[in-house]
């Protein structure tokens, strides 16, 4: 190989390089920091509940934010009857349902909270655990609890930087997924 021919193998070699530097700077856009935006236009009295799941959702977790009517990957809807249910299109988008009944008997909070955790990527766990957030309405009337367990809350954190099982984060971001809640004790009261 001639002198000229090395030199020019070198700039390439170098070249490459300050690609792969470049790739490796850039987080992915899998692993970057989501922003999600919720809008409360249609959450009449509810929107400061919808504030304060927001500022829970933020405290526990890492990968995400969730910020006040900047957009509408998220909207919070005041309904009354029906029910209390979340509606996620993907992973941190779509359309959650307070049932003004429901709010009236369960801590209204615990159910904007456990809602808003199913957009987030959790499933239902009615096993009836109060330090469960989303045992949902399973924990009795008497449950206020508002909070995350850790595991649940890592596992939002986990579902945002990416790190999930994949199989598992396909299952968890693959199409509209509607979750219908029991929060139960209402039901003996309709005639
Ligand atoms: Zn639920």
Same mark, same amino acid.
Not at 112 to 137: F, K, Q, R, W
């Given at each position: 190989?001639?002198?000229?021919?090395?030199?020019?193998?070198?700039?390439?070699?170098?070249?490459?390089?300050?690609?792969?530097?470049?790739?490796?700077?850039?987080?992915?856009?899998?692993? %970057?920091?989501?922003?999600?935006?919720?809008?409360?236009?249609?959450?009449?009295?509810?929107?400061?509940? %919808?504030?304060?799941?927001?500022?829970?959702?933020?405290?526990?977790?890492?990968?995400?934010?969730?910020? %006040?009517?900047?957009?509408?990957?998220?909207?919070?809807?005041?309904?009354?009857?029906?029910?209390?249910?979340?509606?996620? /299109?993907?992973?941190?988008?779509?359309?959650?349902?307070?049932?003004?009944?429901?709010? =009236?008997?369960?801590?209204?909070?615990?159910?904007?909270?456990?809602?808003?955790?199913?957009?987030?990527?959790?499933?239902?766990?009615?096993?009836?655990?109060?330090?469960?957030?989303?045992?949902?309405?399973?924990?009795?009337?008497?449950?206020?609890?508002?909070?995350?367990? /850790?595991?649940?809350?890592?596992?939002?954190?986990?579902?945002?930087?990416?790190?999930?099982?994949? /199989?598992?984060?396909? =299952?968890?971001?693959?199409?509209?997924?509607?979750?219908?809640?029991?929060?139960?004790?209402?039901? /003996?009261?309709?005639?």
């Amino acid at each position: 190989m001639t002198s000229r021919l090395k030199r020019l193998a070198v700039a390439s070699l170098a070249t490459a390089l300050a690609t792969l530097g470049i790739t490796v700077a850039n987080p992915s856009p899998a692993s %970057a920091a989501m922003t999600i935006c919720y809008n409360t236009s249609q959450a009449g009295s509810y929107a400061s509940v %919808a504030n304060q799941a927001a500022t829970i959702w933020n405290n526990a977790t890492v990968n995400l934010t969730l910020s %006040a009517n900047c957009g509408s990957n998220l909207r919070i809807y005041r309904i009354t009857g029906g029910g209390s249910y979340a509606q996620r /299109t993907s992973l941190g988008n779509g359309r959650v349902y307070i049932d003004t009944q429901q709010a =009236a008997q369960y801590s209204v909070l615990r159910i904007m909270t456990h809602e808003i955790g199913h957009i987030l990527g959790l499933p239902d766990n009615y096993n009836g655990n109060c330090a469960l957030l989303m045992s949902g309405g399973s924990a009795g009337t008497s449950c206020t609890n508002a909070y995350p367990s /850790t595991a649940e809350a890592n596992r939002v954190s986990n579902l945002f930087a990416g790190t999930f099982a994949a /199989t598992e984060r396909s =299952a968890d971001r693959a199409g509209a997924d509607i979750f219908r809640d029991s929060w139960p004790s209402m039901l /003996t009261s309709v005639s």
